[in-house]
């Protein structure tokens, strides 16, 4: 089973590289979806951010109310980290059996879209990684767009990751995706060759 590690920044369209790799019958694994069955109403994980940050990241019916968690989370980097921290350990865990499930499938390789790639050390279990990146213009239009959050909301996320140098300087290769179809093509088709020839 190859592993193919995919990430970027926020908003840099690495859902849309995800849908192109279909046509290889390449799955993948979606780390933000992830990250939402495991902190599920009732998980250890969702049990141990409360102890972290208190009972007012919960909504009325106990789900998450992961707003809130942003709120507290991005405002201050010790707790960005300790967010991290906690909410890692459980996403890997899921990946992992993703994974093997895909194997026992048969299939020959799997992405995994993780926006935290590199510091949830994920990228050391892959055999690839691909770096996508977009302009920051095209990626807070495409995060208020899809997250219906302020302009301002979206330059504070933007500004908690790392910059495109960040992502490009640890991949084995590099997609840009600021919005032209044809060229996102000719690019996945390009690295689709070369991983498989290798």
Do not use: W
């Amino acid at each position: 089973m190859l592993v193919i590690g995919l990430t970027g920044g926020t908003g840099s369209g690495k859902g849309t590289v995800c849908q192109k790799f279909l046509k290889y019958n390449i799955n993948s694994i979606d780390t933000d979806q992830t990250s939402r069955q495991v902190c599920a109403a009732g998980t250890p994980c969702l049990n141990e951010l409360v102890d972290t940050f208190g009972s007012c990241i919960l909504n009325p019916d106990q789900t998450l109310n992961r707003q809130e968690l942003a709120k507290i989370a991005f405002s201050d980097k010790d707790k960005h980290l300790k967010l991290n921290s906690i909410t890692h350990k459980y996403i890997l865990a899921e990946v992992r059996k993703q994974i093997e499930a895909e194997t026992k499938k048969g299939a020959n390789a799997i992405i995994v879209d993780a926006p935290l790639l590199f510091e949830s050390g994920f990228d050391k279990e892959c055999d690839f990684i691909i770096a996508v990146t977009a302009s920051a213009e095209t990626r807070i239009q495409r995060i208020i767009k899809r997250d219906n959050i302020s302009f301002e909301t979206a330059k504070l996320r933007l500004s908690k990751q790392g910059n495109d140098e960040f992502y490009t300087s640890k991949a084995d290769y590099i997609i840009t995706n600021d919005g032209n179809p044809e060229n996102l093509d000719i690019q996945i088709d390009k690295i689709y060759s070369m991983i498989t020839t290798k």
